[in-house]
């Protein structure tokens, strides 16, 4: 799997939450902080440290992207028109990987990279490998015909664990999902509130 699959639920231990809302995340049971130390009575968190903590939990969430990557990401945003939280938000969620996550071709985001950059994925009838690669509205990703009998594809596109978003429609019997468009914040089934203003303040500061 990706790099950091032996530790991703580090994230969750290190932030209290469950970010990517799976039953088998350790908060679900120890919702103290990691170490011989996380038990302890928690510090009031300077502003800095809410904006740096709301950086590390939307960035943790995409799986393996680096802070290079989330900078420039955020760069994007902040050029473009509009409210810049939102446009951060709707960047990420048409990154390819995320895009394969939401049509629930792959159990989790770091399964998508991978997933991706194996060259089992379609874009408009075209192999793309580059999980940063960025969706258009109406682009048709889709699971390679070679690759749609993975056991890992099947049991995701079965699973119950969550649902489709409104802004990417799926055809499960083709094994391909359109993006729409671009989401807004309140669009986004994040199973724990994120708050991109903070992570705006952080880069603006």
């Given at each position: 799997?990706?790099?950091?699959?032996?530790?991703?639920?580090?994230?969750?231990?290190?932030?209290?939450?469950?970010?990517?809302?799976?039953?088998?995340?350790?908060?679900?049971?120890?919702?103290?902080?990691?170490?011989?130390?996380?038990?302890r009575r928690?510090?009031?968190i300077s502003?800095?440290?809410?904006?740096?903590?709301?950086?590390?939990?939307?960035?943790?969430?995409?799986?393996?992207?680096?802070?290079?990557?989330?900078?420039?990401?955020?760069?994007?945003?902040?050029?473009?028109?509009?409210?810049?939280?939102?446009?951060?938000?709707?960047?990420?969620?048409?990154?390819?990987?995320?895009?394969?996550?939401?049509?629930?071709?792959?159990?989790?985001?770091?399964?998508?990279?991978?997933?991706?950059?194996?060259?089992?994925?379609?874009?408009?009838?075209?192999?793309?490998?580059?999980?940063?690669?960025?969706?258009?509205?109406?682009?048709?990703?889709?699971?390679?015909?070679?690759?749609?009998n993975m056991?890992?594809?099947?049991?995701?596109?079965?699973?119950?664990?969550?649902?489709?978003?409104?802004?990417?429609?799926?055809?499960?019997?083709?094994?391909?999902?359109?993006?729409?468009?671009?989401?807004?914040?309140?669009?986004?089934?994040?199973?724990?509130?994120?708050?991109?203003?903070?992570?705006?303040?952080?880069?603006?500061?």
């Amino acid at each position: 799997m990706s790099k950091r699959h032996s530790a991703k639920y580090k994230i969750d231990r290190r932030m209290g939450e469950n970010i990517w809302g799976r039953p088998k995340s350790p908060v679900n049971s120890r919702s103290y902080g990691p170490g011989q130390h996380g038990q302890r009575r928690k510090s009031k968190i300077s502003d800095f440290g809410l904006q740096l903590r709301a950086k590390q939990k939307l960035k943790g969430y995409y799986g393996n992207l680096t802070e290079k990557q989330f900078a420039k990401t955020y760069t994007e945003a902040a050029r473009r028109k509009g409210n810049t939280s939102e446009n951060l938000i709707g960047l990420l969620e048409a990154r390819l990987d995320a895009v394969v996550y939401r049509a629930k071709f792959v159990p989790t985001v770091f399964a998508a990279r991978q997933f991706v950059n194996h060259g089992h994925v379609l874009v408009n009838g075209k192999r793309v490998n580059i999980a940063s690669y960025r969706v258009k509205a109406g682009d048709v990703v889709s699971v390679r015909e070679k690759s749609r009998n993975m056991a890992l594809v099947l049991e995701a596109l079965g699973s119950s664990e969550r649902d489709t978003p409104d802004y990417i429609t799926v055809d499960a019997r083709h094994m391909s999902a359109t993006f729409v468009r671009a989401p807004e914040l309140a669009e986004v089934p994040y199973p724990v509130k994120m708050e991109p203003n903070l992570v705006v303040e952080f880069y603006a500061s």
